[in-house]
């Protein structure tokens, strides 16, 4: 069969829709199996920051999905679910446009390359994404020199800012220009905490004035808007373009979505064929977070509210104490007593109550994340579910 011919069997027959690697046999005998086997009790999760599928879970989602409404492929990106995603994230940051990028790493070189133009610095927090965790892509694949403020901090404030660029003038012999600021927002490194908003404000006002361009890597910006009340659409405001990630919260297997102003995505097409990020079909994991999307904040709030209480009553069993992070936004410090045998209360916990924890440290110290996970089951089950399991 010629490769136009074959394209267009795909095409007509629809099982291009289905992923190339998975047998139509093996699908079948899942669907089969699927039929009369029981559903799986929920497993809650006290760590990450929303739901992760397990793949044969993450194939049952999307048929489910595809049978309510029938999911419509892209091609190289264009239509389908991912266009309505496009539309979607837009919205929701009160861009111009959004355009869906297949990592969050490429949305935040290629947003920080394009905003600075031919001006070479970008000054970001020294604890961010963009700074520690993306292999110096901005100074080897773009040529922007990274510029790093408040060593182990959260943020850098608008004077830190301010200073370091005006003492540029006697510190560099040579000027290349400052081309960005990028603010990572919560942030992965510090435990999630989040910037405050007024330091924001004065961040983005101080760079507006002097003709700066400001992106956020919002990877996590639901995360910050839900423990902080700040809406979404209000953090962006203050930038001039956005990224959020599809797989942290909204279920997807992986990608991202850069939103901004047409002046700047219009560009983001060529710049990502060019750096080898298209692909032929974006629409599985589109569709996924396009369908988590719906009422995912209604349910953070929900399980934001549930971990409230659900805290309270935790601290009153003896030996455990939960308690918030300064700055903090889902992630929370969970001390359990020495007298507490932590192996045997994982092994219960996992065995019988179907709720997973962090490996504890050598001081039976761990960090707890909160997510719609713990909606699962009501606080009275939890609750006695910790309760049996150190007994």
Not at 61 to 80: F, H, P, V
Not at 82 to 89: F, H, R, Y
Not at 129 to 137: G, K, T
Not at 171 to 185: M, P, Y
Request: hydrophobic content about 40%; overall charge positive; charged content about 25%.
């Amino acid at each position: 069969m010629t490769s136009l011919n074959r394209r267009l069997f795909l095409k007509r027959s629809g099982i291009g829709l289905l992923p190339a690697f998975v047998p139509l046999s093996s699908l079948a005998a899942d669907a089969n199996k699927n039929k009369s086997a029981p559903p799986a009790a929920p497993i809650i999760k006290f760590f990450g920051d929303g739901e992760v599928y397990e793949p044969g879970d993450y194939l049952l989602e999307l048929q489910k999905i595809n049978s309510s409404n029938s999911i419509t492929r892209d091609r190289y990106g264009a239509g389908g679910a991912v266009e309505a995603l496009e539309k979607k994230m837009a919205e929701i940051t009160g861009k111009e446009k959004a355009i869906f990028m297949p990592t969050g790493t490429m949305a935040n070189q290629l947003a920080l390359a394009v905003l600075s133009g031919e001006n070479t610095k970008v000054f970001v927090q020294d604890t961010s994404h963009v700074y520690r965790d993306e292999a110096d892509a901005a100074q080897s694949v773009f040529q922007k020199r990274l510029m790093p403020l408040a060593k182990g901090a959260t943020f850098f404030t608008a004077d830190q800012l301010q200073s370091a660029i005006e003492n540029l003038k006697e510190e560099e012999v040579f000027k290349s220009g400052v081309g960005a600021v990028s603010i990572e927002n919560p942030v992965r490194r510090t435990d999630e905490r989040h910037v405050p908003l007024e330091e924001i404000k004065k961040i983005s006002a101080w760079c507006r004035n002097n003709n700066i361009r400001l992106h956020l890597d919002g990877a996590r910006i639901f995360i910050a808007s839900g423990w902080t009340g700040v809406s979404v659409k209000e953090y962006a405001s203050y930038f001039d373009t956005v990224y959020i990630s599809l797989y942290k919260y909204f279920g997807a297997s992986g990608g991202a979505v850069l939103c901004g102003p047409a002046s700047v995505i219009d560009k983001m097409p060529h710049l990502v064929k060019i750096h080898g990020g298209t692909m032929y079909g974006n629409w599985a994991n589109a569709a996924m977070a396009l369908n988590r999307m719906e009422g995912f904040e209604s349910r953070l709030k929900n399980a934001i509210a549930a971990s409230v209480e659900l805290f309270n009553e935790l601290n009153k069993i003896p030996g455990i104490h939960i308690s918030p992070l300064e700055g903090g936004t889902n992630t929370y410090s969970m001390v359990i007593s020495k007298e507490i045998d932590m192996r045997k209360m994982n092994e219960s916990l996992t065995k019988e109550f179907n709720i997973r924890i962090p490996r504890p440290d050598e001081k039976n110290q761990m960090l707890i994340a909160v997510n719609e996970t713990i909606l699962y089951q009501s606080t009275a089950y939890i609750v006695n579910a910790f309760t049996k399991s150190i007994k």
